[in-house]
């Protein structure tokens, strides 16, 4: 997708809730090393002042119950607490902008792992925000 669109404006990566899943073992810094991982491919058709990179937002002390998503356990919920701190240093460390996503949304009551409406709108405000600046 990259090869394919080189006039690409701004890439803004926010991925790794899915990575706390009990059954992939991953600690927040591998996590964070796969991130890094993505960002060197973008940055090779993207300036690093053209990217941003997004921490996701927290999880729910709940999603592992039976009614939320039970592929998360305790320690997911423990590993998305890090990710914020390790995604700023990958940030740091390729030169690309950040943003925590935890600062500006909650996971939604109803899963305990998804944005609500209202969780939405203040990230897309923080990131439209961040693109203009």
Known sequence: MLEQNSEIDMVILMLGTND??????????????GIADCLDIILEYVAPENVLLVSPILL???????????EFDKESVQISKKLKY???K???QKKVHFL???????????DQEHLDE??????ADAIYDCIRS
Do not use: Q, T
């Not at 059954?23 to 996590?31: D, F, G, L, P």
């Open 60 to 70: 729910g002390k709940d999603v592992w119950k039976d009614e939320f998503d039970p």
């Open 20 to 33: 706390c899943k009990k059954y992939y073992k991953n600690s927040a810094v591998e996590i964070a090393k």
């Open 100 to 110: 925590a996503a935890s600062e500006y949304a909650s996971p939604s009551v109803a």
């Open 118 to 123: 209202s969780g939405h709108a203040r990230l």
């Open 86 to 88: 390790e995604y700023s």
């Open 90 to 92: 990958v940030a740091n």
